[in-house]
Structures are given as structure tokens and as C-alpha cells.
């Protein structure tokens, strides 16, 4: 759907809505939201992964850290990437707010923007 929620088929044919945990990639009219929403497609599609559901949101989507290839996280590679905030409206987790000065330190991504807005303001 985009970089941070994609529709997830389980094993007995049931849809569901994800929406990845701690982050938030940039909206659609953003720079850089065409390269989240491909990134989490190329890294995800077709896949067999594992999500760790820490609730439902009031669109009912599980909200989940989702980890592919047996422990890669997803919620984190985006980061990493340069292709998400850590959205600590939601979050205070150190990690990962370690991760995206990393990638703003070095430019990467999003952060090559000289003022990325992040999609809540």
C-alpha cells in the first residue's frame, strides 16, 4: 500500500492489514515515498515473514514489527535506509532512533533532503 503498510495474505487466505511498528515513511506526495513503498515490496513481496502484532489501531490494521528471511526486521532496514522516521510519538526506543541519525549523519535516503518534513507535521 505504501512504505510502512502492505496487506499481508496468511496461510488460510485471511487479508491483513500491517502497519509497521515505531516508524513512519514518507506519504505519497513526499520525496522519497515512491523508494519506501518499493523497498518494503521488493524486500517483502512473495515472502514468507513473521510479524509480532503489539496491537490493533483504530482502522484495525495490526500494528507490527515484521521480521523476513528468518530475522531481518523490516521496521528496521527502513530506517537503516534512509527511507523512514522513527516515530517517537509513539516510541522512545533508543535503538531506533540511533538508526536514523546514522542514516541522517550520512545522507542516506531521505536525508539527502536539505529539510525532509517528516509526514506528521
Known amino acids: 500500500m505504501d512504505g510502512d503498510t502492505f496487506k499481508l495474505l496468511t ?26 513503498k518499493e ?38 532496514q527502513l530506517l537503516t535506509n534512509g527511507l523512514a522516521w522513527h516515530y517517537i510519538k509513539y516510541s522512545k526506543d533508543p535503538e531506533l532512533q540511533k538508526m536514523e541519525d546514522v542514516a541522517r549523519k550520512n545522507k542516506i535516503g531521505l536525508w539527502q533532503e536539505a529539510h525532509a518534513i517528516p509526514p506528521w507535521e
Open 39 to 76: 523497498f518494503t515490496s521488493q524486500t517483502i513481496f512473495g515472502k514468507t515473514v513473521c510479524i509480532d502484532v503489539l496491537k490493533k489501531d483504530r482502522y484495525r490494521r495490526s500494528i507490527a514489527i515484521v521480521f523476513y528471511n528468518d530475522s531481518l526486521n523490516l521496521n528496521n
Open 11 to 36: 496461510p488460510d487466505s485471511t487479508v491483513v492489514k500491517v502497519r509497521l511498528a515505531n516508524i513512519d515513511c514518507p506519504e505519497k506526495k513526499q520525496p522519497f515515498s515512491i523508494r519506501a
